[in-house]
């Protein structure tokens, strides 16, 4: 059975069961790696996509779940030889040790910075973050990344004004 979806902007018909979950069809028939397996059941946050601008645990979401939808990946952040400001900030702030939360903790990050019309407190940052698991226990500098990040995008809007 085929299944419609919009991922980075782009349509693709998918030969997939309407219930795969979206992690494999992106990782296995898109070949999209970015997006991580963790625990299969949505509680590590690896899996994490945005699906119309909101993060979403793609071990747990059928893929027909997606139709109609528009699918962010890490892949489809930034754009060319440019990074999303998160992606920027995360580098800069060394804001990882193994990599593998790094994709769900950076797609969790833009979708609260997107809608962020102030300045986040630490407190509001890690309830928002809260499920997106690092095992290397890197959070302080996470903390930071998203700190920056926020700044680079205020940055950004105030520059455009």
Do not use: W
Not at 1 to 28: C, F, I, K, W
Not at 71 to 83: A, K, V, Y
């Amino acid at each position: 059975m085929a299944v419609t979806l919009v991922v980075n902007g782009s349509l693709h018909q998918v030969d997939a069961p309407p219930d795969e979950p979206l992690l494999y069809v992106l990782r296995d028939r898109l070949e999209l790696t970015g997006t991580k397996y963790g625990c299969g059941e949505g509680q590590c946050g690896a899996c994490t996509v945005l699906l119309d601008g909101d993060p979403v645990r793609s071990c747990i979401t059928p893929a027909s779940a997606a139709t109609g939808k528009k699918i962010t990946t890490i892949e489809g952040l930034g754009n060319g030889e440019h990074l999303d400001p998160v992606q920027q900030a995360f580098l800069e702030a060394e804001a990882f040790q193994c990599g593998y939360c790094t994709p769900g903790m950076i797609l969790s990050a833009v979708a609260m910075l997107r809608k962020s019309k102030t300045k986040l407190t630490d407190k509001e940052i890690i309830s928002h973050m809260n499920g997106n698991i690092c095992r290397c226990g890197a959070y302080g500098r996470i903390l930071e990344a998203i700190h920056a990040a926020a700044n680079m995008s205020r940055s950004t809007v105030d520059a455009k004004r």
